[in-house]
């Protein structure tokens, strides 16, 4: 399956190259403790919990009460849930697989 971004270049290769290269949980904590803010990084751990409780169709009243995001953030992981690259579904497919 090709896929090509809009937002592909060189800096934002390299960042995913790097990214690839993360190797335990532990790495992960390390990598990105650094190279995100720690507002970055809720926000960021804040918009999966969003995407794995939507595909649970969970609504939003609960998913605001379960996680403390606002409607708007809410609203856009479901439009990238619907409209998007596939990338919240492609990963939660994979954790679904590994979790069986």
Do not use: P
Not at 10 to 24: G, N, P, R, V, Y
Not at 37 to 62: D, G, P
């Amino acid at each position: 399956m090709s896929y090509e971004s809009k937002l592909k270049n060189k800096f934002t290769d390299e960042l995913f190259e790097a990214i690839l290269q993360l190797q335990s949980i532990e790495e992960c904590y390390r990598f990105f403790e650094d190279i995100c803010t720690i507002k970055e990084l809720q926000s960021l751990s804040q918009r999966w919990q969003v995407a794995k409780l939507l595909e649970e169709n969970k609504t939003y009243n609960e998913i605001e009460e379960l996680t403390h995001a606002s409607t708007a953030t809410i609203s856009r992981v479901n439009k990238c849930l619907v409209y998007g690259a596939d990338g919240y579904r492609l990963i939660l497919k994979r954790l679904g697989e590994k979790n069986e």
